[in-house]
Structures are given as structure tokens and as C-alpha cells.
């Protein structure tokens, strides 16, 4: 981590290191799309980052402890990116920012099911996506039988892609 910050208030801190156009959206790409190489973020990014961003972003993560790299085992050249659970945590920030951005900003249908399926859902919706997300991203089993969030709000948007 940084050590030179404006302030110790916490707001502060965690707009220094979350608040700039791309990190959320990295995040939230790896949280919701599942997206854990460096191609898969680059290509399937509705916004279009840059490949130079990205890379900053994804470093600028890990120095921050959000985001942890390892070789991947299916491919030499390969690196996985996974969530750290500092990350996951931000499961309610991202439900929240969802469904504040449902009701303030022009959204569409098939982008914003997820946000709204959190928001209906709330904190027992989130602990269990939470649950989820450590499984995926850190191997930390969840109790067997288990429905998948996931899988879920997948399900929703790919549904509302069918609608249109």
C-alpha cells in the first residue's frame, strides 16, 4: 500500500484507493462476470478499457491488497487474477451502488437485473454471494447444497439479453 495518503479518514482512504474511473469496474467484472485473466477483462469489458489501464489497474489493485495473481496451472503464460477477501467485502458497496444507480441514472434492463436482484435480495443475498465468491476466488468450501448467486444473476441477465 500507499504510504502517503491525504488523511486517515476512511472515506477518504478508500476513494484513494477505489475512487479513480476503472477499479470498481475491474471488480466488478471479476465479481459478477467472473472474469479472472487478464484477456477475458480486457475483452469482454462493456466499457472498452484500455489494455494499458487495465494492466495499471490490476497492479494498482494488488498493491492494494484487492486482488492477488498466480500463475495459471492450464496455461504456462497465463496469470489468474482472483478476489482477495478485502475484495468481496465490497459485495454491499457494489449492491448498494447498483441500486442507486437503478434509481438516479439512465440503465438498462439487461445491465442493471443483477443490481436489482441484489438490492431485493439484501445482506443474506450478499453473505451468500460472499460465501460464493471466497469459494471461487480464495478455496473456501461452501456448505454442500448450496444454490449458486452466481448462476442466478447470470440466469436473470441472460434472460433479459433473450428479450430484447
Not at 471479476?30 to 477475458?40: K, L, Q, Y
Not at 482477495?84 to 459485495?91: G, N, S
Request: charged share 30%; with cysteine; hydrophobic share 40%.
Amino acid at each position: 500500500m500507499k504510504d502517503e495518503r491525504r488523511s486517515g479518514c476512511p472515506i477518504n482512504l478508500a476513494v484513494e484507493v477505489l475512487g479513480d474511473k476503472w477499479s470498481l469496474v475491474v471488480i466488478r467484472d471479476m465479481m459478477f462476470g467472473n472474469r479472472r485473466h487478464f484477456r477475458e477483462l480486457l475483452h469482454n469489458s462493456e466499457e472498452g478499457i484500455a489494455s494499458n489501464i487495465l494492466a495499471s489497474r490490476l497492479q494498482r489493485l494488488a498493491e492494494n491488497e484487492l486482488v492477488s495473481k498466480a500463475a495459471d496451472p492450464t496455461h504456462k503464460q497465463k496469470v489468474i487474477y482472483s478476489l482477495t477477501e478485502p475484495a468481496i467485502q465490497l459485495v454491499p458497496v457494489m449492491a448498494h451502488l447498483g441500486a442507486w444507480g437503478r434509481r438516479h441514472l439512465p440503465v438498462t434492463r439487461e445491465l442493471s437485473i443483477r443490481a436489482e436482484l441484489l438490492e431485493r435480495g439484501g445482506p443474506e443475498l450478499w453473505d451468500e454471494f460472499m460465501d460464493e465468491l471466497r469459494e471461487q476466488h480464495l478455496g473456501i468450501p461452501r456448505p454442500e447444497g448450496t444454490e449458486s448467486v452466481f448462476a442466478r444473476l447470470q440466469a436473470a441477465y441472460e434472460a433479459e439479453l433473450a428479450r430484447e
